[in-house]
């Protein structure tokens, strides 16, 4: 069994910042890759960042120059930094991990539970 279990999401005022943690733990071989995404009110949920094993990252436009992704594998943890928000970064924003459970399995993908950020417009 593996959960993903997210923190730091809140309400901040536009321009502020925030950092979600999310700590993946259970029966973990290997993790590959993790990320975010969210999903705003009334739509879909949509990729935001995403760190693979060897640390290379990507973003949606939405975030680039914005959002900063980071793990530490020591913890089976990803981050997200989030800097200079905006009322339409408002959303539940969810993590996920590609792991593996054991050697020689394949890997799937897990969800965290979600947490909110509100930045008022």
């Known amino acids: 069994q593996v959960q993903l279990v997210e923190s730091g999401g809140g309400l901040v005022q536009p321009g502020g910042s925030l950092k979600l943690s999310c700590a993946a733990s259970?029966?973990?071989?290997?993790?590959?890759?993790l990320g975010w995404y969210r999903q705003a009110p009334g739509k879909e949920r949509e990729w935001v960042a995403s760190?693979?094993?060897?640390?290379?990252?990507g973003y949606a436009d939405s975030g680039k120059g914005r959002f900063t992704c980071s793990r530490d594998n020591t913890k089976n943890t990803v981050y997200l930094q989030m800097n200079s928000l905006k009322s339409e970064d408002t959303a539940v924003y969810y993590c996920?991990?590609?792991?593996?459970?054991?050697?020689?399995?394949?890997?799937?993908?897990?969800w965290g539970q979600g947490t909110q950020v509100t930045v008022p417009s």
């Open positions: 259970g029966s973990i071989f290997n993790i590959y890759g």
């Open positions: 760190i693979i094993s060897g640390g290379t990252t």
């Open positions: 996920y991990a590609k792991i593996a459970t054991s050697q020689g399995r394949g890997a799937y993908d897990y």
